[in-house]
């Protein structure tokens, strides 16, 4: 038997993870999460309730910045391996409120690897993510690069959670690896991210928000590297079952797609017609992302498969059905 600990493991990309370790009968899956109010908790409930009834599966409803809790929990409990997904997100929220970012995204990971090192388990996942490349010159990005042009607390406290972890390893030998995420979508996804915003907002005839100019939009002058949640799962998976002394590996679809093709692609499928508010760019924004993938393909044999327009189907269609 396999014990893993999640956390964050009732978000959109934990419960994800959760559903598909589950599926193995020979996984015990620990789910920590503190049920935040950054969007409505009772879509994090949905998540998970159908996990509840699983003897497999263990929720605690607490928080990573509590290492005294985190400790209760990781001592009684021999874990192999930790995912930690854990985080406050959302890059224009932590303009607001960077010291909770710093907080959590930062004191929440020092807490789980100081615990991971004292009850020696064999292997961390931290989840990263595209921002860390910021205003990056060179495109597609690659693991190599520098990263010294973050736009926005949420990405320092992401920048500064891998170099934690690069000293945990160096320091104490734990086995690391860390993710870096670009952005995800999907169903259950989270509310404040552009698919969910965006199919919600066409399919009630409201507009929506381009902070872009129309010439700007229209010369498809912001594109995303939109990756599909069960493809980022697929990269975790994957990395969970390597054992690696400490990489970092990109986990996105390689290939962006522009704003004005997302946007064409959704009205397509909702069978409606956006109407668009075009407003200055905000700050934090970054006009490209684009992840070069050959290392991840080559060193973990991750292979994304999902096109982006299967994908905003499948969204569309569990959009349309949800309940909250």
Not at 26 to 37: A, H, I, K, R, S
Not at 73 to 86: M, N, P, T
Request: hydrophobic share 35%; proline share 4%.
């Amino acid at each position: 038997m396999t014990k893993f600990l999640v956390t964050g493991g009732a978000g959109f990309i934990g419960s994800h993870l959760c559903e598909r370790l589950l599926e193995n009968k020979e996984n015990m899956v620990f789910c920590v999460d503190n049920f935040n109010d950054y969007y409505n908790p009772k879509i994090k409930e949905k998540n998970i309730e159908k996990f509840l009834s699983n003897p497999n599966f263990k929720l605690f409803r607490e928080d990573i910045t509590s290492k005294e809790k985190m400790e209760e929990i990781i001592s009684s409990h021999h874990f192999d391996k930790i995912i930690h997904l854990a985080a406050r997100a959302g890059v224009r929220a932590s303009l607001e409120v960077p010291e909770l970012y710093y907080e959590v995204n930062v004191t929440g990971t020092r807490n789980l690897l100081d615990l991971a090192v004292k009850y020696k388990i064999k292997k961390f996942i931290f989840a990263s993510s595209s921002s860390v490349y910021g205003i990056n010159e060179k495109i597609p990005f690659s693991e190599n690069d520098k990263i010294n042009n973050q736009v926005s607390p949420y990405a320092k406290t992401k920048k500064q959670g891998e170099i934690i972890c690069k000293e945990y390893h160096d320091k104490y030998g734990i086995n690391i690896i860390a993710l870096r995420f670009f952005t995800v979508y999907g169903p259950n996804g989270r509310p404040d991210m552009a698919p969910y915003k965006f199919i919600d907002l066409v399919s009630r005839d409201k507009p929506i928000q381009i902070y872009l100019s129309e010439e700007e939009f229209n010369q498809g002058k912001m594109a995303r590297d939109f990756t599909f949640i069960k493809d980022i799962i697929d990269g975790i998976i994957l990395a969970s079952e390597k054992n690696f002394e400490f990489e970092i590996f990109n986990l996105g679809r390689g290939n962006p797609v522009k704003l004005n093709e997302f946007i064409s692609i959704v009205e397509r499928f909702l069978n409606k017609k956006a109407k668009k508010e075009f407003i200055n760019r905000q700050e934090g924004d970054v006009p490209l992302t684009y992840a070069d993938i050959s290392k991840a393909r080559k060193m973990l044999g991750y292979e994304p498969k999902v096109s982006f327009e299967e994908g905003i189907g499948q969204t569309v269609r569990w959009f349309q059905k949800k309940e909250i």
